[in-house]
């Protein structure tokens, strides 16, 4: 991602057509990882090392850049866009006077007798700048033509004469504008040229010029998604190998998630073979890493986290903090569900498709649930109300007698005390839900098929399904890409003898 490789062979409209002039030719990026010439698996272990100042920003500099890559390569959506501080925040108030101020000395300055026009030049410098920024090496005749007529050293000439065509700067920065800009922004352009007074129109130019920019990035991003996509796991395990090399603690959190679910496997499981007088207390059970792996990705879908992630994790922290918070809705969705069902019983069991109406109810007062500022428990007696208005009706519809006080009470009970710590309806969905998920690691990665469903979750198994194929796809392709480094980390917490002697073989040999 730091290598830039201009092509003048694209179109400056960013579109499918071709430019008569290479003049016009819009300038394009594409960033070249340089992970053929990288190692495609770890090094191996060696002795630590101090770490510098310079080598730990380097590092960082790197997860930067891997963090970056992954993004635009599994995430479709990614793009730049333009966020506006909001006009109430100190920082926007505090922006908002500033540029009022900038604009107001330079409308000033241009209404003088003669007319100042310091400001104005250094603005005419800085578009020059930006608009040779977007040109491709071959668009010479242009880039000559943009240096000649926005010359600095001749237009403070000829302001010293008074003799600067301001408008007529304008007009030839917004006719070169429009030939190098998407087609997107053609209303803009037009918009410009509708525009007399001349501070305003300096202000809306640079608005342009900063989409423009912003339209050059996402297009320089849609050329290097294929590229990124196809050299992803190589990419990405050479570049955690550079931070590795340059920090060598970058895998002790990843270490640690490891060693837990090893220690979780080891947990001693009371049976009566093992306290028979012939059993050999000094055997240990046979630890299979896929399966201590695969436990250690379901901790993920539980991770509180306010707490670093494992290192090897990190640019898909995001994404599995999602899945986390969607898989607590759900469970909350399939809790009153099963809890409705089993209080009212086959009164409305069979009622076609009266589930997905109860899923209905839910999954509007719980759409904020992941909000700091959202009450659960205000939000699940909202539910309790709802179900008992819906239940009645439906009884009331077929001529079924409905719930009595006790019983509504009884229900929104129920409901309400789904949020309380150990509740054992919420325990179980949540078991159940671990239990699809591990099903569905168990999986081998080319089987495209689910797992299935436990029972007391088709209410939600479509988003079930669809939750499970993405949290499946970020372990899949987590495992490609970091799995060499997983390898050695269990050799080490395993075969720790081997990993000692095979570290001390290593550094007599260099």
Known sequence: LNDDQNSDSDSSRLSESTASSSDSEYSRQSFNSDSSSKPSSPASASPPKAVTFDELMAAAKNL?????????????????????????????????????????????????????????????????????????????????????????????????????DIH????????????????IRDDDIKQLKATDNIVELLREIFRVLDLMKMDMANYTIQRLRPYLQHNLVDYERAKFQEILEETPSALDLTTEWIKESIEDELLPIPDESSSSPGADSSSKPTISPVLVLNNSYLKLLQWDYRKTIPETLITDEGRLQELKEKLNQLKIIACVCLITNNM????????????????????????DMNKKTFDLKEALNAIGVQICNKVNRSLTERGLPTLNA?????????????????NPISSLIDKRIQFFMRSLLALLSFQ????????GLSVVQTEMELVGSQYASIVNFNKKVYGPFYASIFRKLLFPEMAVGKAETETVAN
Not at 168 to 183: F, S
Not at 412 to 422: D, L, R, T
């Open 64 to 164: 930067s850049d891997l963090t970056l890559a992954h993004e635009i390569a599994v995430n479709a959506n990614f793009c730049i866009k333009k966020e506006d501080l909001p006009q109430n925040s100190l920082a926007g108030r505090v922006k908002q006077i500033v540029h009022k101020a900038f604009w107001d000395v330079l409308e000033s300055e241009l209404n003088e007798d003669p007319p100042e026009y310091e400001h104005a030049i250094k603005l005419f410098e800085e578009i020059k700048e930006i608009l040779l920024s977007f040109l491709t090496p071959g668009a010479n005749r242009m880039q000559n033509q943009i240096c000649e007529v926005l010359d600095t050293d001749l237009i403070r000439q000829q302001a010293e004469h008074n003799a600067v």
């Open 344 to 367: 009212v019983g086959p009164a409305i069991v069979d009622v076609p498709d009266f589930a997905d109406e109860l899923k209905r109810i839910c999954v509007p007062l719980l759409e």
């Open 406 to 422: 006790e019983m509504q009470s009884n229900l929104m009970g129920q409901i309400a005390h789904i949020v309380e710590e150990n």
């Open 448 to 455: 495209m098929r689910m797992p299935a469903m436990p029972g």
């Open 168 to 183: 007529g700067l304008a007009n030839y920065i917004i006719n070169t504008m429009g030939k190098l800009c998407a087609p």
